[in-house]
C-alpha cells in the first residue's frame, strides 16, 4: 500500500517520462505523471488528479511550478507540500526585457495561430530522448524542446510565464533544489522567493550539474 500519491509535473519540455528514474527512487509512493503540451488542458488534469486523493505533494520542474501554484488555490487543504526543481518566474524578469520578450512572444504565437488554421500544425515528432541533453547548457533546451512539440504549445506557455504573477504568500511546506546553473541564483531573488513560500528550504546540489532534471531521465 502506498504512503502517499506525488504528481509529477514537467517543464516546458512538457513530456513526464523526464521523471523516468523517480519510479525507482520513490518507490514507496504512488507517482501519477502528467504531460504539459496545451497548458489549459494540462491544468485541468492536475486539478482532476489532486480531487481524486485525499493528500498529494506535487514535484514540479521549472514551469511545471506555475500550474501547482494555480491548482494549490483550488485545493489547498490536500496539497501537503511542493517540491520544485529548478524555478524559472518570470517576475524576476527585468521589466524592459519582459516586455521585449512579451511584444515578440505575442507575435509568434499569433503567427503560429494562423498557421494552424491553414493546416500547418506540426502533429508528429521524434522520440523525446532527454539523455541528449543531459550534459549541455540550459540553453540548448529550450531548441530541444521546440523541436518536441508544436510552436504554438511552446510559445502559449512562454506567453503564460510571462504574464504569471506569483501570489503574494505561500504556506504549504516548500522545497527548492537548485543547481550551480539555474536560473535563479542572485541572493535578492532567493530571498525573494523565502519572502513569498514563508515555510521553504532553498537547496543547492551537484557543482558540475549542468541540468538537474535531465539527470533524473
Known amino acids: 500500500k502506498f504512503l502517499r500519491t506525488i504528481i509529477c509535473i514537467p517543464g516546458l519540455g512538457g513530456r513526464a517520462n523526464l521523471f523516468n528514474k523517480y519510479k525507482d527512487v520513490l518507490s514507496g509512493f504512488n507517482l501519477e505523471f502528467v504531460d504539459i503540451i496545451n497548458w489549459q488542458k494540462a491544468q485541468e488534469e ?3 488528479l489532486v480531487q481524486k486523493y485525499d493528500s498529494v505533494i ?6 511545471g511550478s506555475q500550474l501547482a501554484l494555480r491548482t494549490m ?6 496539497i501537503t507540500a511542493l517540491i520544485i526543481i529548478e524555478p524559472f518566474f518570470g517576475e524576476f524578469v527585468p521589466w524592459p526585457w519582459k516586455k521585449i520578450a512579451l511584444i515578440t512572444n505575442r507575435g509568434i504565437v499569433h503567427l503560429m495561430r494562423w498557421t494552424d488554421r491553414l493546416g500547418l500544425k506540426r502533429t508528429k515528432f521524434p522520440e523525446v530522448n532527454y539523455n541528449i541533453v543531459e550534459k549541455q547548457p540550459l540553453f540548448f533546451q529550450p531548441f530541444y524542446d521546440i523541436a518536441h512539440q508544436s510552436m504554438t504549445d511552446y510559445f502559449e506557455k512562454i506567453e503564460d510565464i510571462l504574464t504569471f504573477e506569483l501570489p503574494q504568500s505561500i504556506e504549504t511546506k516548500t522545497y527548492f533544489i537548485f543547481s550551480p546553473k539555474g536560473f535563479i541564483r542572485d541572493p535578492k531573488k532567493r530571498d525573494r522567493l523565502k519572502s513569498i513560500f514563508v515555510n521553504s528550504d532553498l537547496v543547492d546540489i551537484g ?3 549542468l ?4 539527470l533524473s531521465y
Not at 506535487?58 to 514551469?63: A, F, G, P
Not at 488555490?73 to 490536500?78: A, L, T
Open 73 to 78: 488555490k483550488k485545493n489547498m487543504p490536500k
Open 211 to 214: 541540468n538537474i532534471m535531465t
Open 207 to 209: 557543482k558540475n550539474t
Open 58 to 63: 506535487l514535484l514540479c520542474n521549472c514551469y
Open 46 to 48: 492536475i486539478d482532476g
